[in-house]
């Protein structure tokens, strides 16, 4: 789904412009290639050959291709850009995690110096940092708690069509709605819920009209690796020492696309809410800051609300009964663009640029 949404956004912004481009397949090669592409084909994705002639790879294949391929080009003498959304080379010291709203002068310094393998962060943190990194870079955060409410389509494309058929399983008891009550339609939905022929080898449980809150493996102390990127990589990104601290509980909803995030925020002294809500507003051109009412809210601040758009909604702003220092929000942001394709298509341009 990354590869599809990179290709669209490349086209919209003529980023193909000037570009020989082959594009290469691990389950297709000898098929026919998008139309930009320069064989016509598409190439074998294994055939090291062929890598070797690129200038820059950009994948969107996945970790394991990246752990099979990776070190055996590098090793082969390949020199060329590696370009990935995919965790294995993440935290590597030669790697550089792409997000340039958020660190482009790193991006560039590591360019300066000689780096060549440029990764996308993980989704949640990306939107997280779109979303408030203008409270980071002013120095104002103490710690963030994050819930998180993330879409399917961040767990790939067969969890999502798993998912669309277990939302056609719910809706099969239901059909015929005259004269049933409530308590009805619920046990209904409940049965198809717990039934043994409701599809789940892809999800693994019922997510239809359902949350699952574990995402990932599990690590010590109890988090997922989900809930443990985001310190990690969220310090990587800012280049922050001390590390950032960032924790919470990451769940798996039924939306199709765009993660959520509810924050509390412990900011390191206390600032009015005005003064806060510009520096989340400054952080960037994309933060979309939606006014804290039901109307605005319920029309602005949501998964069908962003889907398909690069702003990341920032809402539900305020100061929390906790104490002066805490400082609620809910932001909505999508996945696909800048949790995975865009900071990989803005790495390309900021590369040719570096290039000449």
Known sequence: MVGSVLLERMRAEGDFEGLEVGFFSTSNAGGASPSEGADGLLLDAFELGRLRECDVILTCQGGTYTSGIFETLRSSGWRGYWIDPASTLR?????????????????????????????????????????????????????VSTMTYQAVSGAGARKLTELARQMQCMTLPCEDLAGRTSTE???????????????????????????????????????????WKAAVEATKI???????????????????????QALCIRLARDVPLAEATELVRGGNPWVRLVENSEEATLRQLTPAAVSGSLEVAVGRIRKLNLGPAYLGAFTVGDQLLWGAAEPLRRMLVILREHIG
């Open 91 to 143: 935290l590597r010291a030669d790697s550089t995690l792409v997000l340039d709203p958020i660190n482009g002068e790193q991006i560039r310094q590591r360019l300066d110096s000689g780096c060549r393998t440029f990764v996308g962060a993980n989704c949640t943190v990306s939107l997280l940092l779109m979303a408030i990194g203008g409270l980071f870079r002013s120095g104002l955060v103490e710690w």
């Open 185 to 227: 339609v619920e046990q209904s939905v409940t049965r198809a819920q717990r039934s043994a022929s409701l599809p789940r080898e892809e999800i693994g449980a019922p997510l239809a009209c359902n949350v699952l809150p574990w995402i990932d493996s599990a690590m010590d102390g109890g988090q997922t690796r989900e809930e």
């Open 238 to 260: 800012l280049d922050a020492d001390p590390p950032v601290k960032i924790d919470g509980t990451c769940a798996r909803v039924d939306a199709m696309r765009c993660h959520s």
